[in-house]
């Protein structure tokens, strides 16, 4: 739901003193990763577009920069690049930068290096080696001492295996650089100047299948930016609630809560900073898991003291108007209508004053990212499914509080806010919910069918321990197809039940799990003999693309 817009309530003033790194994007399809990399490391930083002002970099306060890789080549009329204002700044302020792919090029490129198109195009593993041999000053200054660069150290062997992806090469490094790895493709595999504490490296150490990236960025962060890596989701959480503790001195907030994760991780923050001037409510859409409202409406009292969940029953209104209605995209429309309708209703129920209402959104990083950071010429940009249109109908500011977060963070913070693993650890649940997975018309009994299967499917898959390894899973049911079956030497004509589950790191691509031929039998053998309606189930083993996780 987010529109990528500053929210109403700015989540970062106020933790201006913490150290950061501002992560530059040229258009890299990983630019999010190398974030990763840098949180892991116990440093906050943000990601932003190559596009950016001097005003943005000196408002931001950064202790380092790194430059992202990206699609253009930096000889190219229209490659971005960093303004010189800010390469002065960076000069002024003596900011240590860390270059990868395109970045290293547009740091070689701008500081008086040569880069020209490859001879060889580079994509997939390479060897670094690592110099053994680079001249440094000691650490009290004193003497000049041999010995690795400070990116590299902690790392184990010489012969490092690495992810390339690129088709020029820098062939001239400035003047003050060094080589300090060399591939059999490149001398400039990983270049440095440690005067200035500029650091290059070709290929991209962001990747996990840079095995020993992530110490590479970690040491980039911590022994040449000098950052203590204190940042930590329970300094976090407890910032993040003065915050709207302040900024929202009299005012309510309206927050619409699946019981999903994001949205209960919002409302437990919310909560704890505002108490009962936030106003949760769920709409019970008669699409949702089984007992679902009744189950997240205890779950979330029980565990938040004092917030009281509104539990709206709209199911009538939509299995009414879903009668008859075949069409996917038909079906998402009107369940995205009737959504918005009920989230009306509710708020207009509750009798607040509306010049004084926020609404809370779960808005998370990768929106945000999505929606700020510089697109390539060959990005693909992400469709990203939402109940939609509510904030500009409802003519409403709205609150972000995880706007700053990737999902695994947001689990972290749960936690920290005493929410429970099945609240923070569950997998997503779409907003159309069981409507996109009775494939076909949508009715009362097929819902309570379907829900009743996908009961049995998670039960079995939290008993034998697969739930944790598998990023989604749930039952889809076919009512336009029946299968003949034989039960008690009777013939049955029923419905088809298909089980579905993937596992996947950002639900853009996704595999299917190889489930063991023994669970799989007691599954299906309970949910034929358990659900009345259901005489035949099958395993969907289609990846994400072709095939998308979601039947409609
Ligand atoms: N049944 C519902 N009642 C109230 N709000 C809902 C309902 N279903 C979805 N929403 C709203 O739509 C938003 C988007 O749903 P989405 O499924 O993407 O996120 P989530 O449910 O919070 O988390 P998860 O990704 O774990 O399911 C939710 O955060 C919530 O605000
Ligand atoms: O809140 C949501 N509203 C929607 O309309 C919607 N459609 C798909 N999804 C979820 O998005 C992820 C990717 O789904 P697909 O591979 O089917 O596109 C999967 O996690 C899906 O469950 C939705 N979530
Ligand atoms: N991954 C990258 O950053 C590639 C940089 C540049 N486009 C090249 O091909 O070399
Ligand atoms: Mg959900």
Not at 12 to 17: R, S
Not at 29 to 44: F, K, N, P, W
Not at 80 to 105: M, R
Not at 471 to 493: K, N
Request: aromatic share 8%; net charge neutral; proline share 5%.
């Amino acid at each position: 739901m987010s529109n990528g817009a500053k929210s109403a309530v700015d989540m970062i003033a106020g933790m201006e003193k913490q150290e950061r790194i501002l992560v530059i994007d040229f258009g890299s399809q990983v630019s999010h990763l190398i974030c990763r990399r840098v949180r892991e490391a116990g440093v906050y930083c943000e990601l932003r577009s190559c596009l950016l002002k001097l005003d943005d970099v000196t408002s931001f306060h950064p202790n380092g920069i790194i430059l992202s890789g990206g699609p253009h080549s930096v000889y190219d009329k229209e490659a971005p690049h960093l303004s010189k204002e800010i390469w002065n700044h960076i000069d002024e302020k003596k900011l240590p930068v860390f270059g990868i792919c395109y970045g290293q090029q547009e740091m070689c490129h701008f500081l008086g290096g040569k880069v020209e198109p490859g001879v060889k195009r580079e994509f997939g593993h390479a060897e670094l080696l690592i110099r053994e041999d680079v001249a440094h000053l000691s650490a009290d200054g004193t003497k000049k001492i041999k010995g690795r660069s400070p990116i590299f150290e902690g790392i184990s062997t010489e012969r490092v295996p690495v992810w390339m992806s690129h088709g020029d090469k820098v062939t001239q490094i400035p003047s003050g650089f060094t080589s300090i790895a060399y591939t059999s493709n490149t001398e400039y595999a990983a270049i440095e100047d440690q005067t200035r504490h500029f650091y290059g490296v070709q290929f991209h150490p962001e990747v996990t299948h840079t095995p020993s990236g992530a110490t590479m960025i970690k040491n980039f962060v911590l022994k040449v930016v000098g950052c203590k890596g204190e940042w930590n989701m329970h300094d976090f959480c407890q910032k993040q609630i003065d915050i709207i503790m302040n900024k929202l001195e009299d005012k309510y907030v309206v927050g619409a809560v699946s019981g999903g994760v994001d949205s209960s991780v919002a409302a437990a923050l919310v909560h704890k900073a505002i108490g009962d001037r936030f106003r949760p409510f769920m709409v019970d859409t008669g699409l949702l898991r089984k007992d679902e409202a009744k189950i997240v409406k205890e779950r979330l009292e029980k565990h938040i003291p004092g917030m009281k969940l509104k539990v709206l029953d709209a199911s009538g209104d939509f299995y009414k108007e879903l009668s008859g209605v075949m069409e996917p995209e038909k079906k998402r429309k009107i369940i995205g209508r009737l959504f918005v309708e009920a989230f009306e209703k509710a708020v207009s129920e509750m009798g607040l004053p509306h010049e004084r209402c926020l609404l809370l959104q779960g808005t998370l990083y990768p929106d945000v990212i999505e929606s700020t950071s510089y697109k390539g010429p060959s990005s693909v940009i992400k469709t990203h499914h939402n109940v939609g249109g509510l904030p500009d109908r409802m003519k409403m500011e709205v609150i972000e509080p995880l706007r700053l977060l990737f999902k695994d963070e947001v689990r972290a913070l749960g936690n920290e806010l005493g929410l429970p693993v099945t609240s923070v650890m569950r997998h997503p649940f779409p907003g159309p919910g069981l409507g996109i997975r009775i494939i076909g018309e949508v009715t009362k009994e097929s819902a309570d069918t379907l829900s009743l299967a996908d009961d049995i499917y998670i039960e079995e898959l939290r008993k034998n321990g697969h739930y944790d390894k598998i990023g989604q899973a749930f039952a889809v049911l076919l009512p336009t197809v029946r299968s003949v079956g034989v039960m008690g030497d009777h013939r049955t004509y029923e419905n088809v039940c298909v089980l579905r589950a993937v596992t996947t790191t950002d639900f853009m691509t996704a595999d299917w799990y190889d489930m063991p031929h023994d669970v799989l039998a007691k599954i299906s053998n309970r949910i034929i003999n358990e659900v009345k309606g259901i005489n035949r189930v099958c395993y969907d083993v289609s990846s994400k693309p072709p095939a998308t996780i979601e039947w409609e």
